[in-house]
């Protein structure tokens, strides 16, 4: 009976630790004020789901929104400075 082995090498050289390295904490870094952007806009849109939306209500969702589209913008405008070379 033979017995049964992986006979090729492991796949993968470096283990994974588990930790983010240092580039990806910089890419989050970079887009946290997005993330908290969206977080705010979908807290205020889960505000809304049991009830019937107040003016109040309808002004925080509408300043999330701006603020969302508002980071979106600078994070593109930062990833657009970033960028080298390429064709227009």
Do not use: W
């Not at 006979?7 to 470096?14: D, F, S």
């Not at 603020?67 to 970033?82: D, F, I, P, S």
């Amino acid at each position: 009976m033979k017995s049964i082995a992986a006979l090729q090498a492991v796949v993968t050289a470096n283990p994974f630790d588990g930790e983010p390295s240092d580039t990806e904490l910089d890419a989050i870094e970079l887009e946290l004020p997005m993330i908290l952007a969206e977080v705010d806009l979908l807290d205020a849109h889960i505000m809304t789901l049991d009830r019937p939306a107040t003016e109040l209500d309808v002004r925080r969702i509408r300043r999330a929104r701006n603020r969302v589209l508002a980071e979106r913008r600078n994070l593109t405008n930062r990833a657009g400075l970033t960028q080298s070379g390429g064709a227009a």
